[in-house]
């Protein structure tokens, strides 16, 4: 079996501990470690008012996704994922996410979208990035790629099962096409989920045994915080289920600290922000 597979290349030297936790927990369901983390609603809405007082409209789905592509860019091993037990650094960052749209007949579809991003992004890029994706794929007469495959794939009695059973062998050995793992939604950097569009409440979304998410994040609705019986604030829970096999505890940690220190300074996620502030705290910047 390669160590090099399309779309990343076999971790070396790994600790340990680390490395064979794969053999210890095969499947992602067997190391499915999930946590929530609340981003406070005034100060990322705050951010957002601000922005489009300059003639900008930004999501909150955008903003999440440009702190967490900040902090990957400070904790890279968080866009690792495990493929026949043993661990890939990926070689790019995407991002998949489920549209709705409307049929034409007036009943609800979905579609599954994804985007990939470059090292320049920030959050203003990332959000146009989204908003001409939507774009593309919001007419409801519309198939993108993913749909006409899937349509494709049921045409056919039997054609499922030889499909993706032949895709689980060629990725298993590392020898699915680069043209696949694009297309498939199921082959990213991270999967999220925006329940809070149609005002549901959080959950723990399983990470796929199929393809290499290794997390996956659901934004859910609004919920209110009250200290001492006194209501302050809403707070945006994102609930998050990780594959715990890709990095280290200590490692995921470091991630998260910096995932919600730019939940909390929306304004970092734009280029050049965070080196301004540093500089002018009179610091050398960090990478």
């Known amino acids: 079996m390669s160590s090099i597979r399309p779309d990343g290349k076999k971790v070396k030297n790994e600790s340990p501990f680390v490395a064979v936790t794969p053999y210890i ?30 003639g900008v409209r930004i999501s909150y789905m955008a903003l999440v996704l440009a702190a967490y ?17 043993r661990i890939y650094e990926r070689n790019h960052f995407c991002v998949s996410f489920v549209m709705l749209k409307t049929r034409a007949d007036g009943t609800p579809d979905e579609t599954t979208l994804k985007v990939f991003f470059e090292p320049g992004d920030d959050v203003l890029s990332i959000n146009r990035k989204i908003e001409k994706i939507i774009e593309e794929n919001g007419n409801a007469q519309h198939d993108n790629a993913t749909d006409k495959f899937a ?41 999220i989920t925006n329940l809070a569009s149609i005002n549901t409440t959080h959950i723990f979304h399983h990470t796929y045994e199929f393809g290499t998410t290794s997390v996956f994040v659901c934004m859910g609705k609004p919920v209110a915080n009250y200290i001492h019986g006194e209501y302050r604030k809403k707070l945006l829970p994102l609930s998050c289920v990780m594959d715990e096999r ?24 734009e280029n050049g922000a965070e080196d301004g502030q540093t500089a002018a705290a009179g610091k050398k910047p960090t990478a």
């Open 69 to 85: 592509y900040k902090a990957y860019l400070k904790n890279p091993k968080i866009n690792r994922f495990v493929m026949n037990k």
């Open 151 to 191: 349509n494709f794939l049921f045409s056919m009695p039997l054609l499922p099962d030889i499909v993706v059973g032949l895709a689980r062998l060629l990725d298993r050995w590392g020898i699915l096409p680069r043209w696949i793992i694009d297309l498939s939604p199921f082959h990213t950097s991270l999967f």
């Open 246 to 269: 890709i990095c280290s505890g200590v490692e995921y940690a470091q991630f998260w600290v910096s995932f919600s220190h730019y939940l909390k300074h929306p304004e970092l996620t």
């Open 25 to 54: 927990m095969p499947y992602r369901y067997d190391a499915m470690n999930m946590v929530t983390e609340y981003a406070d609603m005034e100060i990322l809405r705050e951010y957002i008012h601000g922005k489009r007082k300059q």
